[in-house]
């Protein structure tokens, strides 16, 4: 991963080469130095392994979302604010598979940071299951009114009726927590 002070003097670099160019009489080449520097100041705030994450997500392949993932070392340093926000948020998702408790602490880490608007509905959305199969229904039906109220677009009206229909069928009965505590009481 190429750090954003290396990134920055490339595009300093290509500015001034492009600057030269010009004066020199070669458009083309300008033109070109500054298409090379607009792709660089690209990953400045996008960068590549966020990118290659998501379209393994959108291919369901978790596997290779999780290895993307990996190679960022350290993002609090090597990412601005919201790819940050982003790559927490993307880490839960891969995680929510395996681990709710870890992937229910990055998701909150992740809208602490700053996510945006849809961003947001889709994490109260994860948030929102976690908490349902949890056993915390207040919780869940707070997470669930937050994430329709952000869902500017409409696009997750399918999931979040899918969460409701899960908050009806549980009303009484008790969770997969609450049945393991039950047994564990009977065990004593």
């Known amino acids: ?33 500054i298409l090379l520097m607009l792709i660089v100041l690209f990953t400045y705030f996008k960068n590549e392994w966020m990118i290659m994450t998501m379209f393994a997500m ?29 790559y927490y948020f993307l880490q839960g998702a891969v995680i929510s598979q395996t681990n709710m408790t870890e992937s ?32 915390r229904k207040p919780e869940a039906e707070r997470l669930l009114a937050d994430a329709k109220r952000l869902d500017k677009g409409n696009l997750l009206d399918e999931q979040i009726t899918m969460i409701k229909q899960g908050l009806k069928r549980s009303q009484g009965q008790p969770n997969f ?6 047994r564990g009481a009977r065990r004593r």
Not at 111 to 125: R, T
Request: charged letters at 25%; a positive charge.
């Open 1 to 33: 991963m190429i750090s954003r002070i290396i990134r920055i003097s490339v595009m300093v670099a290509l500015i001034c080469v492009s600057v030269w160019q010009f004066f020199e009489g070669n458009i083309g080449n300008g033109i070109f130095c």
């Open 58 to 86: 959108r291919k369901n392949n978790l596997d290779k979302a999780k290895k993307y993932l990996s190679r960022i070392k350290d993002p609090d340093h090597a990412l601005v604010r919201r790819e940050r926000a982003t």
């Open 104 to 135: 229910e602490k990055l998701f909150k880490k992740s809208l602490e940071i700053g996510l945006s608007q849809q961003e947001q509905a889709m994490a109260k959305l994860q948030l929102s299951a976690i908490a349902l199969q949890k056993g």
């Open 177 to 182: 927590f609450q049945q393991q505590q039950m």
